[in-house]
């Protein structure tokens, strides 16, 4: 009873045993109502061998006989006021009398029942038109024994039908549905097994069939979603291994780039302006770099950047941007901001810089002329509006927008700005989100929380 096929098989029978069920019910009152028309009938058959006697008088081995035929104690028609009976000498006394006449189908179907269960035996009259004509009544004093044993032997007969109709019917409905739906399901099980053993093997994918119903939806469903399944696991397998090769290199990476700060260092006793103006940037700039390689293995052993909160300027911050961020690919590119000194939030300036740079350096390569910042502090929030006067975003990269490897909207792009800057966003309890992009221009909107923001003057 486990399976599928054996509850559908026994809930078939069930049901059509159900359904026999509610057919037999008016169908034992139809049979007694015949079987009370055929002893009136027969009782008028009899009575009107009286019209053939010359005193309408019989003897007692022919009344015998007569009262025999139809299984009654006494007979009796009436037709036209006229009155004429064929009895027994002591007929028995009548214990329940059914009148024909004047009935309705719930009690018909009552009576038969209660004839049914009944275990006494009683005399009963039956009162009622002959079927041979319907202006004669007649009346049959008998017992019920022999309507219950024909009630009784009719109920059998249809218990009998009814089973092996329902046998039948479920034979064939556990062969269709074993056809139609067991196997199938089997098939999608077992493919959706085979395929959990070994996801990146492309022969454990479903075939689909050409069915149109709901099965043949399924597999293909379920091949498409394998497809995605593998393709993911398969994009995050080559993601691990190159998580691994930057792992290897990171050291020598960081190595270089320390002997780089160690060089840069020396600039600081050059006494030519320009130099000494440039230095201090680009040893924060060396630094950043140390400081990108270890966040890229903390990305890639799955660890979450630590967030070191604390309040600043944040148009000292975008300053730096603007002045930092290399826009080479774009040299027509302006940033610019209005925002007021004032302005101060608490977040991690290192990380918010990171994914404020990766918005500008995504607007100039995108073509945009001028990128804008605007900000404010409002209901415990902040919101950072990156907006660029770019060509906007194509339709197709908006469905992977922020996805890396995937939501780049140039060719040879990575898509990691987009994914760095979201989950800055993340990090911080907020959110990153496209406002708008078109011929009129893009807005990026950064916002996260900065319940404890302070207000005055940056020191």
């Known amino acids: 009873m486990r399976s599928l096929s054996s509850r559908l098989l026994v809930l078939t029978v069930l049901f059509v045993m159900v359904a026999e069920v509610l057919i037999f019910v008016p169908s034992v009152a139809r049979f007694r109502e015949a079987w009370f028309s055929e002893k009136l009938g027969s009782a008028h058959l009899a009575i009107l061998t009286l019209d053939a006697t010359p005193d309408r008088r019989i003897g007692e081995m022919l009344r015998d006989e007569l009262l025999g035929q139809v299984g009654a104690y006494a007979l009796f028609l ?45 005399v009963i ?130 190595g270089i780039l320390s002997s780089a700060l160690l060089v840069s260092d020396s600039l600081e006793s050059v006494q030519d302006p320009e130099v000494r103006r440039v230095a201090p940037r680009l040893m924060s700039s060396i630094e950043r770099a140390v400081a990108l390689c270890t966040d890229s293995l903390d990305y890639v052993s799955g660890k979450n950047a630590e967030i070191k909160r604390e309040s600043f300027s944040l148009r000292q911050l975008t300053q730096e941007i603007a002045e930092t961020v290399s826009v080479s690919t774009n040299p027509g590119a302006t940033v610019t901001h209005g925002l007021d000194g004032e302005l101060k939030v608490i977040a991690d300036r290192e990380l918010l810089y990171r994914a404020l740079g990766n918005l500008v350096r995504n607007a100039a390569e995108a073509g945009a002329k001028e990128i804008r910042f605007t900000a404010e502090n409002a209901n415990g929030q902040t919101v950072i509006d990156v907006v660029h006067d770019g060509p906007g975003i194509p339709e197709r990269a908006l469905a992977n927008l922020f996805l890396p490897f995937e939501g780049s909207t140039r060719a040879g792009g990575t898509g990691l700005g987009l994914a760095i800057a979201k989950e800055v966003a993340h990090l911080h309890g907020g959110d990153l989100t496209l406002m708008r992009s078109g011929q009129e221009g893009t807005v990026f909107q950064l916002k996260f929380p900065n319940e404890n923001a302070l207000f005055g003057k940056a020191h």
Do not use: C, Y
């Open 78 to 122: 009436r037709r036209k006021g006229a009155r004429h009976f064929i009895a027994t000498d002591m007929p028995p006394p009548v214990i329940r009398t059914f009148d024909l006449q004047n009935t309705n189908a719930m009690k018909l179907i009552a009576d038969a029942f209660m004839a049914l269960i009944a275990t006494e035996d009683r």
């Open 125 to 254: 009259r039956i009162i009622g038109p002959s079927p041979k004509d319907p202006k004669v009544i007649i009346e049959i004093v008998m017992d019920e024994r022999p309507l219950q044993q024909a009630l009784k032997g009719f109920s059998w007969r249809i218990f009998g039908l009814s089973l092996g109709i329902s046998l039948f019917a479920a034979i064939l409905v556990f062969l269709s549905l074993q056809w139609l739906l067991v196997r199938p399901m089997r098939r999608i099980t077992a493919s959706m097994t085979a395929f959990r053993s070994s996801p990146e093997d492309v022969n454990r994918i479903i075939n689909p069939t050409s069915r149109n119903d709901e099965i043949g939806t399924a597999e293909r469903e379920l091949a498409e979603m394998q497809r995605g399944l593998r393709a993911a696991l398969k994009q995050k397998a080559n993601l691990a291994a190159l998580g691994s090769a930057v792992a290897k290199v990171n050291h020598d990476l960081r």
